[in-house]
């Protein structure tokens, strides 16, 4: 009897441990395995760890978007997993109903989520800098100090003058904690991509560079909001350019002139003494007066053949422009578009 009595307290004992054991295992799943993570409106949201971040900095993070329903279950997780060691930064898609295991595993692994970097419509590296800066981590004046780098720029192959035509507006996939020299070596990486045998081609059989190609796509844009007249226009400077005429482009005074807001250039405005003065200097600027788009660069490459030499904006305010093969022509041109601007009283 003693010792079925004993067997039995032992298989009692047995099943005591076989129980608690359970309830612990049960414990750990769930603290690692049920959902704690819940989104706002149950949509994606998107986690940016700035480099250098704690793992306290990545909890608070967390905690301050109210995404974590258990913090002691996560902190038990990452505990377990080491993650303290392992923190990475970057833009990582936080999925509504995540476990604090997947949630963990993602972090500690870095699989962040790329983000889409828009580059257009910038007029100086300045602006370009400060758009950049709202898609990317790293700040403005960390990209200014590259554009300000004179061994970084010729590295790349550019100057002060041309560094910004090295952007070719475009969205790219890239990760969010690139470096400023990480997105420098990408957007040269997309330059030479861009610039392939049939547009370097079209370059050369035109007689520029891919610089000056740019330089002059900068202008065109600016000339016009039609972007059916964009081939017509670069035709007309083309034409300029190989007779040795000056451009006499109005974008570049307004550019020298640091003014884009100038509706009417004066004679006074176009005396200004800079190299991009194209009323005084021949040829082309030394550099592009803003980052053109695609449809810019391509009009120049495959510009309209023509004879015309002149143009000027139409006096319906249209913004489509006038195209003259003399002087004479032009100066007609030229006196209806002042007349309306003098009814309209635009003086400067």
């Not at 392992?86 to 990582?92: A, P």
């Not at 003058?161 to 470096?179: A, K, Q, V």
């Not at 974008?251 to 405005?269: D, E, Q, W, Y």
Request: proline share 4%; aromatic share 12%; hydrophobic share 35%.
């Amino acid at each position: 009897m003693r010792s079925s009595s004993a067997i039995k307290y032992i298989l009692y004992g047995i099943l005591a441990v076989f129980i608690i054991a359970g309830i612990e295992i049960s414990n750990i799943y769930h603290k690692a395995y049920s959902a704690n993570v819940f989104t706002p409106d149950k949509q994606a949201f998107y986690l940016h760890i700035p480099t250098g971040s704690s793992m306290e900095d990545v909890f608070n993070l967390l905690y301050d978007a109210n995404l974590v329903k258990n913090r002691n279950t996560l902190e038990w997780v990452a505990d377990r997993k080491n993650y303290e060691r392992h923190v990475k930064s970057g833009r990582y898609k936080i999925r509504n109903r995540m476990s604090n295991n997947e949630l963990i595993n993602m972090l500690r692994s870095g699989l962040q989520e790329p983000t889409l970097l828009v580059i257009n419509g910038s007029r100086t590296p300045e602006d370009l800098a400060v758009k950049v800066a709202e898609q990317i981590e790293p700040d403005s004046a960390a990209i200014m100090n590259l554009f300000r780098d004179k061994a970084t720029i010729e590295s790349l192959g550019f100057n002060s003058y041309t560094i910004l035509g090295m952007f070719i507006p475009n969205t790219y996939e890239c990760w969010w904690n690139s470096s400023a020299k990480d997105f420098f070596e990408r957007m040269k990486k997309e330059y030479k991509r861009f610039w392939n045998l049939e547009r370097t081609y079209k370059a050369d059989r035109i007689k520029l560079t891919p610089n000056e190609v740019i330089t002059l796509a900068s202008i065109i844009e600016n000339e016009t909001s039609k972007t059916e007249e964009y081939r017509r226009i670069a035709g007309v400077y083309i034409n300029r350019l190989n007779r040795g005429i000056k451009l006499q482009a109005d974008p570049t005074v307004k550019f020298a002139l640091g003014n884009f807001g100038i509706k009417r250039v004066l004679k006074k405005h176009t005396e200004i003494d800079s190299p991009y003065n194209t009323y005084r200097v021949y040829g082309l600027p030394p550099g592009p007066i803003c980052m053109p788009s695609v449809l810019a660069i391509d009009a120049v490459l495959d510009y309209e053949k023509h004879d015309f030499i002149y143009f000027c904006a139409k006096e319906d305010f249209s913004g489509t422009h006038n195209f003259a093969r003399t002087l004479e022509q032009h100066n007609r041109n030229a006196r209806l578009y002042q007349k309306a601007l003098n009814r309209e009283r635009i003086m400067r």
